[in-house]
Every structure is written in structure tokens, then in C-alpha cells.
């Protein structure tokens, strides 16, 4: 009985260890991009309009941080809180729904085959075109206008994904179910919806990205002063670049925080997934 | 001779079963012609034959995965779908079909969960059968953390978890080993013993037919059909060395020259 496959016990300090190793590849090309980012921008002589230095960047952006920490009013980070607001509310809502209308149509499979090349079609909408619809259904200032679009955007690939792993399903697993005569409902919990996580939780990184990019793109086309993408377009147009990017920078800080969240409840909710095991 | 507890009620009656798979003249597949086969409790009955001569379609007929075309089935009197319905039946397929997001216990428990039985019950029962198949250890291990050997066993228990009176097995030592295969054969058989379980096993293998069997069912392709029924009148218990006795031999050569008469037809 030695044929079991050993999941390795480290210590913190292994694990750490272990960690930064694996990273440092990572870590060090960060780096020498920044460097030669900021090295080519003082050389070349480039425009700070075309191009900052990093070092500016980083210093608005603490400078501003440094505004956040001694109680005062930071409008990078109050536009950071709305469009986070946007882009979490409108995940939220585009994937919650997502997920229930192919919980319902996967069950009378005749609908989600009638409505899978729909929502296919769909998907393939540039659904960002309706932002100034919706802000004029919703509203130019109201963050429901954004979440809007942002919803929309996530809905489709949720669903497409959440229909296939409810029904891509090996058919030995489902004869499995029959011969305990098991409910159509038992099926659903017991098989049907673990064999979708996988494809569920594919489809939240997906759409984490996507809800920020959403949010973002749609405040571009107008909202109140306190988003990041009204921020950027007033920066930009005001020739204020620092500005401009310190506020991507924080873009892209709330996207990346977003997908590791979302990575990290994966983790928890299926830890017995083929990507996380420990096999060596 | 058979010390095993066996009597005459029936479990398996099949009387002209028939199964075409396609419809037209040219797509039809005669997969079973005219299948008649008593099985009484407590026997433990091989099917085997070449690939293609329906010994799992008739498995699946049995456990109500497929419908005969025509004639009559019945398991324990009652019609297939009935009788799955009444949980009648446990099955191991020949993959061990184990769900990845279950431990080994909740996986064994699973279908006590389907039938209802109380968490305390599942548990402990769930346990009994781990340590049946020797996996007393593993009940939360996951699966892929188990040698195949290993999953299969758990299958096993899965498939014995609610006590059902009849066991099907659809090749499922196929994939192991000659080793492993053989200590399993053993294991079925102390299982079998302890449970006084009717046993329906498909497989491709003489030997593993022969020493498990009370009696073993001879299939042959084009179209599926039973040639022979051979008693293997051979004493339980069976022990490693059953399978270098004389009498083991002669009857391997008797389904052996059976399978080969029925390809030379």
C-alpha cells in the first residue's frame, strides 16, 4: 500500500523560501522593465506627454496615498472606490445571473440549446458600444448606468461557461446516478454543479478583468469626477500625464487584486481541482 | 461440494432477450439474439467472450442502463426499470468512476445519500465497507491520491455500501495488472463469502472467469448469443493454489475450446 502519492507538509520558512524562488524570474523582469523604462524615458529625453518616468508615476501615486493616510480627501483614491463599486457590483450582478438563468436552462436542456448560439452571439457583441445608452437609461452619474454595462459584459461568457460544465459531463459518471436511480435534483447537486465549478471559476477570472476594463471604458463616455476613467480623460485633457498614469496604475492595481481574489476563492472552494494538486 | 450459501430463488430471468442497436437494414446491429439465462442467489456468474459479443449489453440490460428490443427480463420478479428503481442492484463499472471533489469516504457514501440514510449511518457504514476492501485508512484521502488498484477497491465499497443482494461488475479489473488482479479475485471472492452477494462479472480473462465463478456463461460475436453455460465445480473456498490444481487447468481448456469452436463457426 505505498502507492499513495505523498502531499509534501513544508514549513513556513520552506514555503516562503519556495515562494520566492519560484517568483524571482517574475520578480526580476519587472524590474529591469521598469529600469529600462525609466533609463529610456532620462536618454531618449522623452516628453512627459508622450511618456513619464516611472519615479514620477510612483510619486503621485504615493503622494496622493500619503493625502489618503493623513485623513484627508484623496480624489484618486474616491474615484478608485467608485469604479471598484462599478466594476463589483456589476460582476456581481452579471455573474450571479449568469449563473441561476444556466442553472434553470440547463435543466430543460431544449432551452440551452436553443439559447446557447444567442448568448454565443452575444457574447460577440462589443456590448461597450452601448455605454452611452445606458448612460442615458440610468443616468450620467449614477453608477448603476456603469454596473450596467459591466453586468452585461460578465452575463455572457458566465453563462456559456456555466452551461457547459453542467452539461459536458463524462457519461460514465452520469450512468453512475442512474443506476442509484438518483433525482434529477440529487444529479444537479451531487454531479451536475462540481463537474461546472471548474468552468465557472474559469469564467470569474475572465470576467474580473473584464468587469474593471467595463467600468472604466464606460465612464470614459462621462460620469461624475470621482472614477478613474473620468479622472484619466480630465488628466489627460488637462496635459497633467503624472496624473493620468498614476490612476492606471491604480487601474491596474484593482484589476490584478480582483483576479487574485477571485483565484484565491478558487482555490478554497475546490481545492481537489487537478491545477492545485502537489504531486511531486 | 460448494460450501456457499446458495438456494433456488430466482434473480435473473431472461427468456428470448433480444437487443438491435440502429434501425435499416444496413446499420442494424444484432448486439444480443435470443439470450436465455437463469441466475439463482447467491451464484457468482462470469460472462465472457470476445469484444463484441454483448456480455455488457446484457450487464446493461440487467441494470436498466439500456431496454431489450424484445423478450422478457425480469430481476427478482420485477421488470429492470422496477428493479433499479428499488435500488436492487450495486454496480462497479470498469472505470472506477470516483467523483474528484469527494473524499474516498463521502464518495463510498454517496449512494447512501441519494437513498436517504442518516449521516451517522453513511459514516459508519461507509467505514465498514472502506475496511472491507482494506481502505480503512483512506476514508479522507481523495482519489487521485489512490493507486488504480486502490480506486477500484473504493468502487467496490461504493457499490456494496448499501448491501444490495445483487452485485454487477462490468470488467472491472480490466485495467490492472495481472498482480493486482489476482489479489483482488481473492478479495471479491472473501466479499462475496461474507456478504452472500449474487454476483454478475463481466470479463475477457479464463482464468480470472473460472476461479471466480460458480458457473461461467460463454458468449460469442456476430450476432451476441450464449454458446455454453459451464459449470466450474471447483471447491470454495478457492486459494491461491486452486489455481495450479488439475481440475483448474481442464476447465480453462474446456471455455477456452468453447470461445475457439464458436469463432471457427
Known amino acids: ?280 | 461440494m460448494s460450501e456457499h450459501v446458495q438456494n433456488n430463488t430466482l434473480v435473473i430471468s431472461a427468456k428470448g432477450v433480444n437487443k438491435i442497436f440502429g434501425s435499416g437494414e444496413d446499420n442494424q446491429v444484432v448486439a444480443l439474439q435470443n439470450i436465455n439465462l437463469d441466475i439463482h442467489n447467491g451464484e457468482f456468474i462470469s460472462l465472457i467472450g470476445p469484444s463484441g459479443c454483448g456480455k455488457s449489453t446484457l450487464l446493461r440490460l440487467i441494470a436498466d442502463l439500456l431496454k431489450p428490443t424484445t423478450g422478457e427480463l425480469k430481476i427478482n420478479g420485477k421488470n429492470p426499470q422496477q428493479a433499479r428503481l428499488d435500488r436492487d442492484y450495486g454496480m462497479v463499472f470498469q472505470a472506477a468512476t470516483l467523483y474528484d471533489w469527494r473524499t474516498v469516504g463521502k464518495n463510498v457514501e454517496l449512494p447512501l445519500e441519494i437513498m436517504r440514510y442518516s449521516a451517522s449511518e453513511r459514516k459508519v457504514r461507509a467505514q465498514k465497507m472502506l475496511e472491507m476492501v482494506e481502505l480503512g485508512k483512506f476514508s479522507n484521502h481523495y482519489p487521485w491520491q489512490l493507486s488504480g488498484g486502490m480506486q477500484q477497491r473504493v468502487a467496490i465499497a461504493r457499490a456494496l455500501a448499501f448491501e444490495p443482494a445483487l452485485l454487477l461488475m462490468d470488467e472491472p479489473f480490466g485495467a490492472l495488472d495481472e498482480f493486482t488482479r489476482e489479489r483482488m479475485n481473492m478479495e471479491l471472492l472473501r466479499i462475496w463469502q461474507t456478504t452472500k452477494t449474487t454476483v454478475i462479472f463481466v470479463t475477457h480473462s479464463i482464468p480470472e472467469a473460472i476461479f471466480l465463478s460458480t458457473r461461467v456463461v460463454v458468449m460469442s460475436p456476430r450476432p451476441g448469443r450464449i454458446t455454453a453455460v459451464v459449470d466450474t465445480d471447483l471447491p470454495y473456498p478457492r486459494v491461491f493454489e486452486t489455481r495450479e490444481s488439475p481440475r483448474f487447468f481442464e476447465k480453462v481448456n474446456q471455455v477456452r475450446e468453447l470461445l475457439r469452436d464458436a469463432h471457427e463457426e
Not at chain 1, 60 to 79: H, K, N, P, V, W
Not at chain 1, 157 to 182: F, K
Open chain 1, 1 to 280: 500500500m505505498a502507492e499513495i502519492t505523498k502531499t509534501p507538509s513544508l514549513t513556513w520558512g520552506e514555503n516562503i523560501k519556495g515562494q520566492v524562488s519560484y517568483y524571482f524570474p517574475t520578480i526580476m523582469i519587472a524590474v529591469a522593465f521598469l529600469a529600462l523604462w525609466e533609463v529610456a524615458v532620462r536618454v531618449l529625453n522623452i516628453q512627459q506627454f508622450l511618456l513619464p518616468k516611472p519615479s514620477d508615476i510612483a510619486a503621485r501615486f504615493l503622494e496622493e496615498t500619503q493625502i489618503l493616510l493623513s485623513g484627508g480627501s484623496s480624489l484618486l483614491y474616491q474615484a478608485a472606490g467608485a469604479t471598484l463599486w462599478s466594476a463589483f457590483g456589476g460582476f456581481v450582478l452579471g455573474c450571479g445571473s449568469g449563473i441561476l438563468l444556466a442553472l434553470i436552462t440547463a435543466r430543460w436542456t431544449i432551452i440551452s440549446e436553443a439559447a446557447m448560439p444567442f448568448a454565443i452571439a452575444a457574447n460577440s457583441v462589443p456590448i461597450i458600444a452601448f455605454a452611452p445608452i445606458m448612460n442615458n437609461w440610468f443616468g450620467l452619474t449614477n453608477p448603476a448606468s456603469k454596473m450596467a454595462i459591466v453586468a452585461i459584459i460578465v452575463f455572457f461568457p458566465t453563462m456559456i461557461n456555466t452551461v457547459r460544465g453542467l452539461t459536458l459531463i463524462d457519461p460514465r459518471q452520469l450512468e453512475l446516478m442512474e443506476s442509484y436511480a438518483a433525482s434529477p435534483f440529487k444529479t444537479l447537486f451531487a454531479l451536475r454543479i462540481p463537474n461546472a465549478l471548474p468552468y465557472i471559476f474559469s469564467a470569474l477570472r475572465v470576467a474580473s478583468s473584464l468587469s474593471v476594463i467595463g467600468a472604466i471604458v464606460s465612464e470614459f463616455f462621462g460620469g461624475p469626477r470621482a472614477t478613474l476613467g473620468v479622472f484619466i480623460t480630465q488628466a489627460a485633457s488637462g496635459f497633467d500625464f503624472d496624473r493620468a498614469w498614476s490612476a492606471i496604475l491604480m487601474a491596474a492595481l484593482i484589476g490584478i487584486g480582483f483576479y487574485l481574489t477571485v483565484t484565491i476563492i478558487e482555490r478554497r472552494v475546490m481545492p481537489w481541482h487537478t491545477s492545485f494538486r502537489q504531486t511531486e
